[in-house]
């Protein structure tokens, strides 16, 4: 990557699967940001770029390295393969980090630090934000493809109330199936991925809560 293209990717702004930092934050903010795109679908970290895409490098880009191998190595938890390279900036003496996160086949990853009792954290990307991933969406992303031949489940009065329910309204999350049911959340979660992984129904991670709709309506 030249300079310039880093300059015409950093004018196209922070989004989806694009982060700037003004230098290497600290380890598990970082940590945040790369596991979100390893549990979405990938992305960018540009290192020295400011929120408002200016682009201004940082002073010792081998340091900096040494930053961010630092903080996924010991705050990512399955560890995530990411590529690290270093653009200079023409006449500034300076450099920015482009750190190149894939969509991760080992999800989902979590935010880990040994030096509290803090639980792990799984983080999803979404819009030009990283969010905390919820319960359901940390269990989809436990199966892979491969396992979802065969899922078997029980079609009964509550599976037909959803059905009717998405027919009339098209969406509905963890908690509103649980309400119309008169169920726990748990089972409601439950029932949810499970159709969610037969193809029945399709999963949206959403700011505030997921939701789920038909497959055709996704």
């Known amino acids: 990557m030249t300079a310039a293209d880093l300059a015409r990717l950093a004018a196209s702004g922070e989004g989806p699967s ?24 990938g992305g960018r970290v540009l290192i020295g770029v400011n929120d408002d895409a200016s ?7 081998e340091e900096e390295a040494y930053a961010v191998q630092h903080a996924l190595d010991t705050h990512i938890d ?19 980090l ?3 996160v894939p969509p991760s086949t080992e999800r989902p990853h979590f935010v880990v630090d040994e030096t509290t009792e803090a639980v792990p954290q799984a983080y999803v990307r979404i819009g030009a934000s990283s969010v905390e991933a919820s319960r359901e969406a940390v269990k989809l992303m436990r199966h892979r493809p ?3 031949h065969g ?3 029980e079609y009964g009065d509550k599976e ?20 119309i049911a008169g169920v726990p ?22 700011p505030k809560e997921d939701t789920f709709t038909l497959p055709l309506a996704a």
Request: proline residues 6%; glycine residues 6%; hydrophobic residues 50%.
């Open 18 to 41: 694009l982060e700037f930092k003004h230098r290497v934050p600290r380890p598990e903010r970082l940590a945040k940001e790369v596991v979100a795109f390893a549990n979405t679908d």
């Open 55 to 61: 682009v201004v490098g940082v002073r010792d880009a």
């Open 78 to 96: 399955p560890p995530v393969r990411v590529a690290v390279a270093i653009v200079p900036i023409p006449a500034t003496q300076r450099d920015v």
């Open 98 to 100: 482009v750190i190149n």
């Open 146 to 148: 491969a396992d979802e």
């Open 151 to 153: 899922v078997r489940f």
């Open 160 to 179: 037909a109330l959803l059905m009717r329910y998405l027919g009339t309204y098209g969406k509905i999350s963890v908690a509103g199936f649980a309400q």
């Open 185 to 206: 959340v748990r089972q409601a979660r439950h029932t949810l991925v499970l159709l969610t992984r037969a193809g029945v129904l399709a999963h949206h991670i959403g």
